[in-house]
């Protein structure tokens, strides 16, 4: 099972400021350790909103929308994605994450599953997605 950890985003993370380094060699040895497990797919963090832009749809039709985005509580400021065998196992690793603003600042962060392909009804478009080459 794959499962997504989101750091919900703030103030600061929104202004842009980087990471103490004490931070980062926490994050760093958090994701070693991940990684030793076999469970790391992938982990990254995220460019204030202002750098980003987000597509609306209205009757089917797209509107491009740049950032910045005033309610930061909506707002992702990085991701972990894992292999764990259960929900259990997601637990355990959730729990030894750092806190993601040093422990300074208060945090959040968010664990929730994906989708797998085999959740859906086999049809045509899920037979057309196991043939993508990209790794789910």
């Known amino acids: 099972m794959r499962f997504l950890i989101m750091v919900r985003a703030n103030a600061v993370s929104e202004s842009g400021a980087m990471p103490e380094e004490a931070l980062m060699a926490a994050m760093a040895s958090y994701h070693e350790e991940l990684s030793r497990a076999g469970v790391l797919l992938d ?3 995220l460019k204030p909103s202002r750098e980003g832009f987000r597509v609306r749809y209205r009757g089917g ?3 491009l929308v ?3 985005f005033a309610e ?3 707002l992702i400021a ?3 994605l894992i292999q764990a065998r259960s929900r259990e196992e997601a637990m355990e690793w959730a729990r030894r994450f750092p806190a993601p603003f040093g422990s300074g600042m208060d945090g959040e962060i968010e664990v929730r599953p994906l989708y797998e392909l085999d959740d ?5 478009a899920v037979e057309r997605f196991r043939q993508l ?3 789910r």
Not at 120 to 124: H, K, L, M
């Open 120 to 124: 859906f009804t086999p049809n045509a």
């Open 66 to 68: 740049d950032g910045p």
């Open 61 to 63: 039709l797209p509107t």
């Open 72 to 74: 930061t509580k909506e």
């Open 133 to 135: 080459d990209t790794p």
């Open 43 to 45: 982990a990254n963090g």
């Open 78 to 80: 990085g991701y972990t």
